[in-house]
């Protein structure tokens, strides 16, 4: 476990998710312990089917654990309502998915300004804090644009700007240079550099090893368990001797 | 309590914001929104039509009893379907003259009273002029006051003629044209049968009743009751009478009812011997058969509202399958199911509101169409009622069809709704 000085924003306990698929059971996650601190930067690896979008799904409060603790800044999210759970989506987490999710009709500054809507902002405040976030990531100038104006990275960047703009206390990110390019995904792992340099918590699931490179913490999973968790340096990530289970798929 | 004052001010923004939303995905979906309304317009033009239709309707009934009176009250002689006097014969159980003599201070609600003897055709003739048939009544000058027949020009009936039974005669316009007789034609003669009249007065035309054109020209003349009896010797008369105001017709019947038991010495437990009709009552029936028609017209055309909602239904179903993602995103990013559920319900409750709107404009053009076609219900528009009527109604189908489409999607995990393809 890496000891950082900052209080821990992430603290899971054994948490457990079973999937019934029929008469068959899926144990997704077996009793997962992870405990994230303020200001870290974190890649969660693994296969398709180690667990690790469930976690994410888990982490961002988008699914519930059958057993387990899950507390996010302090607040107790199992078994809460799903009222209350939309509430902590809200003001806690920014999601940033693989496929932007950006609503084609909506200029990118309305699509930055959606989490605010749910969160009661009267209108000026609204348009304040999504500016303020497309500047952040860099898209001052195309904030009337739609998302099909927009290339892939710019699409990401708003997407991002939309996580942001609540400020939540963590970013998760669901394998957000999936669909760019190389240089594209370059762009945005510097975005997340800087963010990361702002202060702001990151964890990003990805299976790409030079993506997960640029985290500073290494969590792999296998089989619905983690297997590693370690500093960069010390992951083989970084060693370039990469097993078989970093192969991307 | 601060907090408690927050929560409508809230609502509404959440309301309102929902509406523009709702009105931003229906634009964008012109065609289709259009499309799905039609139920909806073709309900709603067609419900607020046919209450436009029926209130029209209504207006024309209503008025055609204002013209012919509400006030007043029939009497005439009849038989009882049991008792003793159930098979007396009509010269038994007819009306006297004798029988109504105090009547009007007896019944204090009764404001006039007329006897009105049976109709007699008579060809008429007036210098050379010769009219096959003319319906010559038999009246008392208070009939013209209970049946609001004007005298334009000359007299009414008076005592003298009355009572001593003068060959007098009023005659309406209708019948002085056919005479061919001078404008002016107080004080000259016309014949009846064998028997000749004075003209002392001049009646306006009687106002045009629904279904009676055809009558238009029947050609009438009155005569004082007692002019009637000597020169007709059927005995057989019938009394008008008219009320003070139409909220005393019941204690009007009533007190006549009453009066008449005791000079016709009707013994208690005995069926009456005669009918008293008061035109409110009938008034009242009629409305009410018409209000049961207009209900049932009413019902038939809102089953194409409810066809409509059905429409409505499911075009709210297929818009929540294929926004599945959005309101997957809606949700991640903390819309609360709540949210999701408002956002498709305003957004059926505004689809079914414009189909109303667009439905009231059509209503208002079929209704006139209806006035401009249909001489007799020219007063037919769509009153504010039914203008509220329709937006409560179209609001009512998109709450209650929008719900099941709204609460499916507030349901949608998060993950799978993101999930779909």
Redesign the interface.
């Known amino acids: 476990m890496i000891q950082q000085s900052n209080k821990p924003v992430i603290r899971i306990k054994n948490l457990t998710r079973t999937y019934k698929i029929g008469t068959e059971s899926v144990h997704a996650l077996r009793g997962v312990d992870l405990e994230v601190c303020q200001n870290e930067y974190v890649a969660v690896m693994g296969h398709s089917g180690s667990g690790k979008s469930t976690l994410m799904n888990l982490l961002g409060c988008l699914d519930m654990a059958n057993a387990g603790e899950y507390e996010l800044n302090g607040i107790m999210t199992t078994r809460m309502s799903a009222a209350s759970l939309a509430h902590v989506r809200n003001q806690q987490i920014g999601f940033v998915f693989q496929s932007f999710e950006l609503l084609p009709r909506m200029t990118a500054q309305k699509n930055v300004e959606l989490p605010l809507i749910y969160s009661e902002m009267p209108f000026w405040k609204r348009r304040k804090l999504a500016k303020q976030a497309l500047e952040r990531v860099g898209l001052g100038a195309r904030i009337d644009h739609k998302p099909n104006q927009l290339s892939g990275g710019e699409k990401q960047r708003v997407a991002v700007a939309r996580a942001l703009v609540s400020s939540p206390s963590i970013l998760l990110a669901d394998e957000p240079t999936g669909n760019l390019d190389s240089k594209t995904s370059a762009s945005i792992m510097q975005l997340f550099e800087q963010l990361y340099a702002e202060g702001q918590t990151i964890i990003m699931v990805t299976h790409e090893s030079d993506i997960a490179a640029h985290a500073r913490r290494v969590v792999r999973m296998r089989d619905g368990q983690i297997v590693s968790d370690l500093p960069i340096e010390q992951d083989p990530v970084n060693t370039h001797n990469q097993g078989p289970e970093e192969a991307p798929q | 309590m601060k907090k408690l004052l927050l929560i409508p001010i ?1 609502l509404l ?2 309301i309102t ?1 929902s509406a523009l939303l709702a009105l ?1 995905q229906i634009w ?1 979906n012109k065609t289709r929104s259009i499309l799905t309304t039609l139920g909806i317009i073709i309900g709603v033009s067609s419900v607020s039509a046919v209450i436009a239709a029926m209130s029209g309707m209504n207006n024309k009934i209503m008025e055609n009893f204002e013209t012919f009176g509400t006030k007043k009250i029939f009497l005439w002689p009849q038989r009882p379907d049991s008792g003793s006097k159930k098979n007396l014969d009509w010269w038994q159980i007819r009306f006297k003259e004798e029988e109504f003599e105090d009547m009007l201070e007896y019944c204090p609600s009764v404001e006039f009273r007329s006897f009105v003897s049976d109709g007699r055709n008579l060809p008429a003739r007036a210098d050379d002029t010769t009219v096959e048939a003319v319906r010559l009544n038999g009246v008392e000058t208070h009939w013209f006051d209970i049946e609001n027949r004007e005298i334009m020009m000359g007299r009414p009936f008076s005592h003298l003629d009355e009572t001593q039974g003068r060959k007098v005669c009023i005659i309406s316009k209708q019948l002085r044209d056919k005479l061919k007789m001078d404008r002016e034609c107080l004080g000259q003669t016309i014949t009846f049968g064998h028997h000749m009249f004075l003209v002392v007065g001049l009646l306006e035309e009687k106002p045009g009743m629904m279904f009676d054109e055809g009558n238009r020209d029947n050609l009438e003349a009155y005569i004082p009751f007692k002019t009637m009896r000597k020169i007709n010797n059927n005995r057989w008369f019938s009394v008008i009478a008219s009320c003070k105001s139409t909220d005393v017709a019941e204690e009007a019947k009533a007190e006549i009812q009453f009066f008449l038991r005791r000079t016709r010495k009707i013994r208690p437990g005995e069926p009456d011997t005669f009918r008293v009709m008061v035109m409110e009552n009938e008034i009242k029936q009629v409305m009410k058969v018409f209000g049961m028609i207009s209900m049932v017209a009413f019902g038939i055309v809102s089953i194409s509202l409810l066809v409509g909602g059905v429409g409505i239904m499911n075009i709210m179903l297929v818009s929540v399958s294929e926004r599945t ?2 309101i ?12 999701i559920l408002t956002q498709f319900l305003v957004e059926a409750v505004v689809l079914c509101l414009i189909g109303g709107c667009i439905g009231l404009f059509l209503g208002h053009g079929l209704a006139v169409t209806i006035s401009k076609v249909v001489p007799m219900m020219e007063s037919t528009r769509i009153p504010l009622w039914a203008v509220l009527l329709s937006f409560g109604f179209s609001a009512l189908v998109g709450i209650v069809f929008g719900m099941f489409p709204a609460i499916k999607a507030a349901r949608l995990n ?2 799978d709704a ?1 999930r779909h393809e």
């Open positions: 809230l923004r959440l914001q931003n964008v993602r959005e997957g995103l809606r949700k991640a990013v903390g819309a609360r199911p709540s949210a998060p993950i993101l």
